[in-house]
């Protein structure tokens, strides 16, 4: 919160800048146009300074851009209900039993999250849906010409092909929806410039590289999402584009990340891994930290999870507005607490005394009554927005 505060006020600083900025260029092509000899010191100055102030104003206007990646994945016209189910499933890797007799059934619009600690088999659960991965016992059975489409962590890509040859691999065209969208175009899209098309995919950021592979899953249609941490390295519009992308997705999805916010939001059911064979299903994240934190206090391994009430309230709350939202009690207390001693300070006999004091004290403290009053305001909205 203090970091969006900040940035608001650093970002009307700089359109302040760059409106002065504008005004000065205009000035100066005016005077440049009119052809100025170069032969006097003072004017040569000027043309040069002239020259850096357009250059400036060009540099603020490239790093004011602002895009959101526009992310849409296909679905199949699949009429089949159940896509995969898991019987009994078993899996040990390095000696270590990840999962033991699980039961799972996917079918369309499910959208499952998967949530554990690192090892614990999150990554193998989602080879075992993709059929890369055979169980040590049970059976794991998808329906025919099931389509899935994997978004693996390890982003794996051919660094020294070119970004063209990454979004369209053979030609320089791609089939979207059924339409035919040239590269450039496909390429603008996901906040890339025709510039960049040429350059090996290795020069890529980590950012750059997640929106290459969406990019590339997008153009297939699927019956089964499989997700392994998509938001490492995206930023927050894009996360926001891509979250709400996966709530319209018809087809069903398992996600996997640490992305609390993100997973209670899209997930309508979550399957906790304990690394030690042990999987159960939550209503949300927070059932799963309640249930792992008694589980850690008093060794029950034959403890069921907590029956709690699920709520979809905050399903309904954006990415941003979640944090926020989640936040505001402490902001609150604070705002509180600086409004008490702005009224204490304004009752101190001292300070009632003194004119100028009394004065600043009355403004202090409606300041602070105004804080107070604007967080309230806020969290009314959200808990309004959270239960519609």
């Given at each position: 919160s203090d970091f969006l505060e900040k940035k608001e006020l650093f970002l009307a600083a700089q359109n302040r800048r760059q409106e002065a900025l504008q005004n000065r260029v205009h000035v100066e092509k005016e005077w440049l146009r009119r052809g100025p000899k170069a032969r006097a010191t003072k004017a040569k100055a000027r043309i040069d300074a002239a020259g850096e102030m357009i250059a400036e104003l060009g540099a603020m206007r490239e790093r004011g851009r602002t895009g959101t990646a526009q992310i849409a994945f296909q679905a199949s016209d699949r009429q089949?209900?159940?896509?995969?189910?898991?019987?009994?499933?078993?899996?040990?890797?390095?000696?270590?039993?990840?999962?033991?007799?699980?039961?799972?059934?996917?079918?369309?619009?499910?959208?499952?999250?998967?949530?554990?600690?690192?090892?614990?088999?999150?990554?193998?659960?989602?080879?075992?849906?993709?059929?890369?991965?055979?169980?040590?016992?049970?059976?794991?059975?998808?329906?025919?010409?099931?389509?899935?489409?994997?978004?693996?962590?390890?982003?794996?890509?051919?660094?020294?092909?070119?970004?063209?040859?990454?979004?369209?691999?053979?030609?320089?065209?791609?089939?979207?929806q059924g339409s035919v969208i040239h590269v450039a175009g496909w390429a603008e899209r996901f906040l890339f410039t025709s510039e960049q098309l040429n350059q090996p995919v290795e020069r890529l950021s980590g950012g750059e590289r997640a929106r290459v592979l969406i990019a590339k899953l997008m153009l297939?249609?699927?019956?089964?999402?499989?997700?392994?941490?998509?938001?490492?390295?995206?930023?927050?519009?894009?996360l926001e584009i891509l979250e709400e992308n996966l709530l319209e997705y018809p087809?069903?999805?398992?996600?996997?990340?640490?992305?609390?916010?993100?997973?209670?939001?899209?997930?309508?059911?979550?399957?906790?891994?304990?690394?030690?064979?042990?999987?159960?299903?939550?209503?949300?994240?927070?059932?799963?930290?309640?249930?792992?934190?008694?589980?850690?206090?008093?060794?029950?391994?034959?403890?069921?999870?907590?029956?709690?009430?699920?709520?979809?309230?905050?399903?309904?709350?954006?990415?941003?507005?979640?944090?926020?939202?989640?936040?505001?009690?402490?902001?609150?207390?604070?705002?509180?607490?600086?409004?008490a001693r702005a009224q204490a300070r304004l009752e101190d006999p001292t300070v009632a005394s003194d004119h100028t004091a009394l004065l600043g004290a009355m403004n202090d403290l409606s300041q602070r009554q105004t804080e107070v009053d604007a967080l309230y305001q806020r969290w009314s909205e959200l808990e309004a927005k959270a239960n519609r």
């Amino acid at each position: 919160s203090d970091f969006l505060e900040k940035k608001e006020l650093f970002l009307a600083a700089q359109n302040r800048r760059q409106e002065a900025l504008q005004n000065r260029v205009h000035v100066e092509k005016e005077w440049l146009r009119r052809g100025p000899k170069a032969r006097a010191t003072k004017a040569k100055a000027r043309i040069d300074a002239a020259g850096e102030m357009i250059a400036e104003l060009g540099a603020m206007r490239e790093r004011g851009r602002t895009g959101t990646a526009q992310i849409a994945f296909q679905a199949s016209d699949r009429q089949t209900k159940r896509l995969v189910t898991l019987e009994g499933v078993s899996l040990k890797r390095g000696g270590r039993t990840l999962m033991e007799g699980l039961d799972l059934v996917l079918q369309q619009g499910s959208r499952l999250g998967v949530v554990g600690a690192n090892g614990s088999g999150k990554s193998s659960l989602l080879q075992l849906l993709a059929e890369q991965l055979a169980p040590d016992a049970g059976t794991v059975r998808a329906a025919p010409g099931l389509r899935v489409v994997t978004f693996e962590q390890t982003r794996r890509m051919d660094e020294q092909v070119t970004l063209r040859r990454a979004l369209a691999p053979g030609s320089d065209s791609v089939i979207y929806q059924g339409s035919v969208i040239h590269v450039a175009g496909w390429a603008e899209r996901f906040l890339f410039t025709s510039e960049q098309l040429n350059q090996p995919v290795e020069r890529l950021s980590g950012g750059e590289r997640a929106r290459v592979l969406i990019a590339k899953l997008m153009l297939e249609p699927a019956d089964l999402l499989l997700l392994d941490e998509p938001t490492n390295d995206l930023d927050i519009p894009t996360l926001e584009i891509l979250e709400e992308n996966l709530l319209e997705y018809p087809g069903a999805l398992v996600l996997v990340t640490h992305d609390r916010y993100l997973l209670d939001r899209v997930s309508n059911v979550v399957l906790g891994l304990d690394g030690a064979g042990g999987a159960e299903l939550f209503a949300d994240y927070g059932q799963w930290e309640a249930w792992t934190a008694s589980r850690e206090r008093v060794p029950a391994p034959q403890a069921a999870p907590p029956r709690a009430t699920y709520s979809v309230a905050k399903k309904r709350l954006g990415y941003l507005e979640a944090r926020e939202y989640a936040t505001l009690e402490s902001r609150i207390e604070a705002a509180e607490s600086a409004r008490a001693r702005a009224q204490a300070r304004l009752e101190d006999p001292t300070v009632a005394s003194d004119h100028t004091a009394l004065l600043g004290a009355m403004n202090d403290l409606s300041q602070r009554q105004t804080e107070v009053d604007a967080l309230y305001q806020r969290w009314s909205e959200l808990e309004a927005k959270a239960n519609r």
